[in-house]
């Protein structure tokens, strides 16, 4: 009685444990298919890369080559002029201003010298009286040359004091 019990659960414990195990063989084989693709998508991936990586070489050599063939190397005297070249072209432009300032240095110059000297002839009109003349300049210098007083001068030739003492001073010679 037992036995007729225990077969049938007995059957359905095997039909569950082969349903469990057929379940797990169609997983992993699910998965194993699944990882294959993805190795066979990995190395697509890298067999394209190694592709561009071989063409990337070919053409780095090629280049290297060209390099060495086509492009000789500069002398010493060619790069010395080169470089006079390049500092020559970038101080041109500071030499033109210099030149333009110096220039404008010469006109300022010119222009003070001009306005100095006008400005000495004018003080020499303005400073001198209208009734001193160069007689009496002249009379002036030769009678204090001969020891002669600013007082006695001044009465002489009609002339203030002061007067007589600046054509003195003008004429540097007090």
């Given amino acids: 009685m037992n036995l007729e019990i225990l077969i049938p659960n007995l059957v359905y414990i095997v039909l569950?444990?082969?349903?469990?195990?057929?379940?797990?063989?169609?997983?992993?084989l699910s998965k194993d298919a699944q990882?294959?693709?993805?190795?066979?998508?990995?190395?697509?991936?890298?067999?394209?890369?190694?592709?561009?990586?071989?063409?990337?070489?070919k053409e780095l050599t090629e280049i290297e080559k060209?390099?060495?063939?086509e492009v000789p190397r500069m002398s010493d005297e060619e790069i010395y002029q080169e470089i006079e070249r390049s500092v020559y072209d970038m101080v041109r432009p500071f030499?033109?201003?210099m030149q333009e300032l110096h220039q404008n240095m010469l006109r300022i110059d010119e222009q003070i010298e001009s306005r100095i000297t006008?400005?000495?002839?004018?003080?020499?009109?303005?400073?001198?009286?209208?009734y001193v003349h160069a007689n009496?300049?002249?009379?002036?210098?030769?009678?204090?040359?001969q020891g002669i007083g600013l007082d006695v001068i001044s009465k002489e030739l009609n002339l203030s004091k002061p007067e007589v003492e600046f054509v003195l001073k003008i004429n540097?010679?007090?």
């Fill in 136 to 145: 009496d300049d002249a009379k002036i210098i030769s009678l204090f040359q």
């Fill in 172 to 174: 540097k010679i007090k």
């Fill in 35 to 57: 990882h294959e693709r993805n190795i066979r998508s990995v190395a697509t991936v890298v067999e394209e890369l190694n592709r561009e990586i071989f063409y990337l070489k």
């Fill in 66 to 69: 060209n390099l060495h063939t």
């Fill in 16 to 28: 569950v444990l082969v349903a469990a195990f057929g379940y797990m063989v169609y997983h992993v």
């Fill in 118 to 130: 006008s400005l000495e002839s004018g003080v020499k009109q303005i400073s001198m009286p209208s």
């Fill in 95 to 97: 030499s033109a201003n």
